[in-house]
């Protein structure tokens, strides 16, 4: 089982490597993928030196797998040239999720509608993955009409250079800008670019990727994401109007059974989800489970989990798992 792990120096690549360590994902010969000028460098791997090789070199070498994190352009223009040899992609940009020939897969959700003709398959965004792994069973349950979320992303979203300038500004060092602002104590109601409808690019991932992921277009969906200053770990409050009326003990109870999903909601002694604890955690925590008074028939909740893990690179591991344990790759 040849892997390559393409980005395997940045934030997300690092993850990816940690994480096919850490569930013991089965590679007979991992093929590591970076810019141009670590080519020639190496990395550790389950106690062994690889070397970087470049990008042709890992098409070249035909590996069953290719996990991509290294921005949507690398994907537009190397993952096409990886499926013509015959290697599945699993691709964690924004490059294919919204091309309809292309799946965007969350395997505890929607694993069972990939084939083996799937050779270039989408990572969801790390806010919309999150969200889906709580609202999937309650969707089937209660049929959504419409929900309101409201995300407090880490810096690590943006990458390292927005991680850099949090602690500059925490240690009072000048330094590189990732953002328009300072981010230590502060909160920044951007994330991503701009669009002309007012929203940023964010936002309209976290309105359009539930659809397809879902599988239902019929659910509204409106968003508004902050960058605030922490390390790691995305937040979400999620207002959710349903269909059909529920108990929120049956929300508990149904959240808590569902694989990937932690409920951690005890008001009487301060038990909610933090990024704080949901760093290095594969789950996706949900708390803060209550009615919303004002109207009927919705609910609020928040979601936490760390992005760089579900988020990102163990949903990716997930998707080859799912790949190789049922004969895909």
């Known amino acids: 089982m040849k892997v390559a792990v393409i980005g395997a120096t940045g ?32 990395i550790f791997f389950k106690g062994k030196e690889y070397t970087i090789v470049s990008m042709q070199d890992a098409v070249n070498s035909k590996p069953a797998i290719a996990l991509f994190s290294a921005g949507g352009d690398t994907s537009l223009e190397w993952a096409p040239k990886f499926a013509e040899v015959g290697t599945t992609v699993i691709d964690n940009s924004s490059a294919f999720r919204m091309d309809e020939d292309k799946k965007l897969v969350v395997p505890e959700i929607n694993a069972s509608e990939l084939t083996k003709e799937d050779k270039i398959i989408a990572n969801p965004n790390c806010s919309t993955i999150q969200m889906v792994m709580a609202l999937a069973p309650l969707h089937k349950k209660y049929n959504m009409k419409r929900v309101v979320i409201s995300t407090y992303q880490s810096v690590s979203g943006t990458g390292v250079k927005a991680v850099q300038q949090m602690e500059n500004e925490m240690n009072d060092v000048e330094g590189d800008m990732a953002y328009h602002y300072p981010i230590h104590r502060n909160a920044i109601p951007h994330c991503d670019d701009f669009l002309e409808n007012g929203y940023t690019k964010e936002e309209m991932k976290l309105v359009r990727e539930p659809q397809k992921i879902l599988n239902d277009r019929t659910v509204a969906y409106t968003a508004t994401a902050v960058r605030i200053p922490t390390a790691g770990g995305h937040s979400e409050a999620v207002n959710v109007e349903f269909e059909n009326d529920f108990e929120v003990s049956d929300i508990r109870t149904l959240l808590d059974a569902t694989n990937g999903v932690t ?21 996706v925590f949900v708390g803060r489970i209550r009615r919303d008074l004002s109207q009927p028939k919705t609910l609020n909740m928040w979601i936490v989990s760390d992005n760089l893990r579900k988020g990102a690179a163990t949903n990716a591991v997930q998707i080859a798992e799912y790949l190789v344990e049922n004969g895909l790759v």
Not at 20 to 28: A, C, G, P, Q, S
Not at 263 to 282: C, F, R, S, W
């Open 11 to 42: 934030m997300v690549g690092n993850v990816l490597l940690q994480t096919l360590e850490e569930r013991n994902f089965e590679i007979t010969e991992l093929i590591p993928v970076a810019s141009e000028r670590s080519v020639g460098k190496t």
């Open 263 to 283: 409920v951690q909601d005890n008001i009487e002694t301060n038990t909610y989800p933090m990024p704080l604890y949901a760093h290095g955690k594969d789950d």
